[in-house]
Structures are given as structure tokens and as C-alpha cells.
């Protein structure tokens, strides 16, 4: 018999706002996942969200140890999911690749794995939706027998061709509702969603449904849109006013730092990370 999801009812407790300061690994991604993990830990971080193919690199025996050995929790693992293909032998690989995906998520003590769903342009979008259904129903219920949560995060329409059809939260929420799972949720990232004019009314819906929120901000593309994420303040995103809806909603776990930006990156990682600790103070 399939239980509730455990998730992270401690998610749901106020805590001091740095101490929820979580760094993903894309925003230092010239660390490794031991790199990043020490220094978290030399900065009295408590969180971290790696990346999938970090992880595989490193092994997940020695990741779940650094971890462990740093005093690191993990807020989510980075990405799986991709089920839009025009090729049916291609989406069952890539079915596959998402149950490997929670079984790795599962061995290094992760309990959350972020899920693209996925794109194709050979395909319309009726059928990249029905793909994504799909993909769910195969997925979800070894999901629930391993004890990962999957945490569906809607993109930014620029990126519909690309990454991912699902565009807002309202089409993320109703994917969720359609399969009735605590073991199905959301993850909300300022960058795709503070553009929408009903970002807010979609906060409230999703209530007792994130499974994490990540930071970073907007401003003008210089190297291409997935690179160019800003650092925080340095846009238009009201931040402050973001955290406070999801907070309102009930989540109070990790914020996840994550920026995408070609500048930052050509910037030594241990800069980067004091930069965005105190931007994270002033302006999150």
C-alpha cells in the first residue's frame, strides 16, 4: 500500500532565512561536487542542490559520504525527466533514465528529483502534453515505492521548444491534481514564473504543494537565454515580495541559489558564492 510522502513536513516550519541559503551547484559549476560540498560547509551552508551528472561523475557512494562528511542536506537532485519524443524507442529511454534517476537520487539521501517534462517540435503541443501524462503514469508509482518525491517545475515560455511545454504553474497544478500523489509536487523557480500576470493567484493554489523555490533574477540576455540568469537584485524580479507568497503557501524549506550566467562563471567560485550570500541577505 502506498504511504504519504513524508516530504518535508519540516519544510513547513519557520526557520532563520539564511539558514535556508542553499547553493546549486549550476552557479559554481567549475566545482566539483567536493569543491562545492567543502565549501558549504566552510560557510556554514546547510543545503545543496547537486546536479545528476555531477553526482554519476563523482559516484553516489562517494557523494551520499561528502555530503555526510560535510554536514550537507540535499534540497533536490538536478534534472531528469524529458518524456516528449516523436520517437517511441527514444522516450522509452528516456523513461528509463528517469527511474535510474530516482534510484540515484534515493542512494546519495536525496528525497526530491526536479522533473523537466519535455519538449519535441516534431510533435504539436496536444501531443507533447499526452507524452508527459504518460511519462508520469510510468514513472509516479516507482516513485512511490522508493520514496522520492518528483518535483515538476514549469519553465519560462521562451523555453517551450526546447525543455519543456509546461509553462505555468496552473498547467503544472493540474498535471499534479490529475494524479492525486503526495509524491507529485512543484518546484517554483523565480526566472520562469514572476513574469505572469497571475503568478500570485498560482502561489496560493499551489499551497502545501512546493517542494522548492530557487532564486536568481532577470535581466537583459548577453550570452544566449540559458545563460544570462541574473544575480539577485541585479533585475526585475520582486524577490521579497515572491518569498513572502511562498511562504504564504507553507513553504518554508530550502531557496535554492541558482543562476545561470556566463559572466559569473568565468568568475573564481569561492567570489561567487560570498556575492551571492550577501545578495541572498539583502535581496531575497
Not at 524507442?89 to 535510474?100: G, M, V
Request: glycine fraction near 8%.
Amino acid at each position: 500500500m502506498k504511504q504519504n510522502a513524508p516530504v518535508l513536513s519540516e519544510w513547513n516550519t519557520p526557520v532563520t532565512l539564511m539558514d535556508r541559503f542553499c547553493l546549486n551547484q549550476k552557479t559554481t559549476i567549475a566545482w566539483t561536487v567536493r569543491e562545492a560540498a567543502e565549501a558549504c560547509a566552510r560557510h556554514g551552508i546547510k543545503w545543496f542542490g547537486p546536479r545528476i551528472d555531477s553526482l554519476r561523475k563523482t559516484g553516489l557512494t562517494e557523494s551520499a559520504k561528502i555530503f555526510d562528511d560535510c554536514g550537507l542536506q540535499i534540497s533536490a537532485v538536478c534534472f531528469s525527466g524529458r518524456f516528449v519524443s516523436a520517437d517511441a524507442d527514444e522516450r522509452k529511454k528516456r523513461i528509463d533514465e528517469c527511474l535510474r534517476a530516482i534510484d540515484d537520487t534515493a542512494a546519495i539521501g536525496g528525497k526530491v528529483l526536479v522533473i523537466l517534462p519535455g519538449t519535441d517540435v516534431g510533435c504539436s503541443a496536444e501531443e507533447c502534453r499526452a507524452m508527459i501524462n504518460e511519462g508520469f503514469a510510468r514513472v509516479l508509482p516507482y516513485a512511490e515505492e522508493i520514496g522520492v518525491v518528483l518535483g515538476l517545475e514549469p519553465l519560462h515560455p521562451i523555453y517551450a521548444a526546447e525543455f519543456s511545454i509546461i509553462v505555468t504553474m496552473d498547467e503544472a497544478l493540474d498535471i499534479m491534481d490529475s494524479f492525486n500523489s503526495s509524491y507529485l509536487k512543484i518546484v517554483v523557480d523565480v526566472f520562469h514564473t514572476w513574469w505572469d500576470p497571475k503568478v500570485f493567484d498560482q502561489i496560493k493554489r499551489a499551497k502545501g504543494h512546493i517542494v522548492g523555490y530557487h532564486v536568481n533574477d532577470w535581466i537583459p540576455v548577453r550570452f544566449g537565454i540559458n545563460s544570462s540568469r541574473g544575480m539577485m537584485g541585479d533585475g526585475m524580479i520582486p524577490l521579497r515580495k515572491m518569498r513572502a507568497a511562498i511562504e504564504d503557501a507553507g513553504y518554508f524549506g530550502p531557496i535554492e541559489v541558482e543562476i545561470f550566467n556566463e559572466d559569473l562563471w568565468h568568475i573564481p567560485c569561492e567570489e561567487v558564492l560570498v556575492r551571492c550570500k550577501e545578495r541572498y541577505e539583502r535581496f531575497v
